[in-house]
């Protein structure tokens, strides 16, 4: 999957974050993280699955639907995402599972991304 033109951006953060949070005596990790901008205003929050399957959250807009999953450390060669036009199915390890979408999605616009334990899979609407 390829680099995103943000990863120094998220790695800066998460170095800022890393020592403002480490002033309480622990250091603590930042594993991934993921901004996702709705249009102008406050939209829906995120609904978490962390069933027996794969953890992942799922959020809405108008024009898109976002999921995210973190990846556990020893599964991080073995990730993917099949993205059609009413659903998105994860394989994460040996782990697999298939999320229905409310929405038909543009599978040729739609894109699915990596980076530093976070899967990042953007499904943009059909008009």
Same mark, same amino acid.
């Given at each position: 999957?390829?680099?995103?033109? %943000?990863? #120094?951006?998220? +790695?800066?953060?998460?170095? $800022?974050? +890393? !020592?403002?949070? /480490?002033?309480?005596?622990?250091?603590?990790? *930042?594993?991934? &993280?993921?901004?996702?901008?709705?249009?102008?205003? =406050?939209?829906? !929050?995120?609904?978490?699955?962390? @069933?027996?399957?794969?953890? %992942?959250?799922?959020?809405? &807009? @108008?024009?898109?639907? %976002?999921?995210?999953?973190?990846? =556990? =450390? @020893? &599964?991080? !060669?073995? *990730?993917?995402?099949?993205? #059609?036009?009413?659903?998105?199915?994860?394989?994460?390890?040996?782990?697999?599972?298939? $999320? @229905?979408? !409310?929405?038909?999605?543009?599978? #040729?616009? /739609?894109? *699915? /991304?990596?980076?530093?334990?976070?899967?990042?899979?953007? &499904? *943009?609407?059909?008009?």
């Amino acid at each position: 999957m390829s680099n995103n033109p %943000y990863d #120094e951006i998220f +790695k800066n953060l998460a170095e $800022i974050l +890393k !020592e403002a949070l /480490s002033q309480n005596g622990e250091n603590p990790r *930042v594993i991934g &993280c993921a901004i996702i901008a709705g249009g102008g205003g =406050p939209g829906p !929050e995120p609904e978490a699955h962390d @069933d027996d399957g794969i953890d %992942y959250e799922i959020t809405e &807009c @108008d024009r898109c639907v %976002y999921i995210t999953a973190p990846i =556990p =450390p @020893d &599964c991080e !060669e073995q *990730v993917s995402a099949a993205i #059609e036009a009413k659903a998105v199915t994860l394989t994460i390890g040996g782990v697999q599972e298939t $999320i @229905d979408l !409310e929405s038909e999605v543009d599978e #040729e616009q /739609s894109s *699915v /991304s990596c980076n530093h334990g976070v899967l990042d899979i953007v &499904c *943009v609407k059909t008009e």
